[in-house]
Nanobody, 124 residues
Framework: LVYLVESGGGSVQAGGSLRLSCVAS???????MGWFRQLPGKQREGVAS????????YYTDSAKGRFTISQDNAKNTLYLQMNSLKPEDTAMYYC??????????????????WGQGTQVTVSS
């Protein structure tokens, strides 16, 4: 059983920054962790992922250049540093754990454990 708990969301003005955290506990011996988001009225979409051994990172076009995914293995914590936020980044953000290796395949069916989400709201 895996527990993932996100934090760090909030309200910020456009151009601002937030850092999301996700603390993992339980059986977390999986190769890939990622961040997803769900915009109002839309399907959940990938944002970034990280291979937990090689630290190779993957980003979707919407995140590239603005967001940085990282991890602290000693703290079992995954981070998402989000800079230059835009109103269209407003969404519920989720961290997730995958038993598969990270890739640019962002189907959320590849991730088997999910946190409860943290809300990010960006105002113009």
């Amino acid at each position: 059983l895996v527990y993932l708990v996100e934090s760090g969301g909030g309200s910020v003005q456009a151009g601002g920054s937030l850092r999301l955290s996700c603390v993992a506990s339980g059986n977390i011996a999986s190769p890939c962790m990622g961040w997803f988001r769900q915009l109002p009225g839309k399907q959940r979409e990938g944002v970034a992922s990280i291979d937990r051994r090689s630290l190779i990172t993957y980003y979707t076009d919407s995140a590239k250049g603005r967001f940085t995914i990282s991890q602290d293995n000693a703290k079992n914590t995954l981070y998402l540093q989000m800079n230059s936020l835009k109103p269209e980044d407003t969404a519920m953000y989720y961290c997730a754990l995958s038993p598969y290796y990270c890739s640019y395949a962002w189907g959320d069916h590849r991730y088997t454990s999910w946190g409860q989400g943290t809300q990010v709201t960006v105002s113009s």
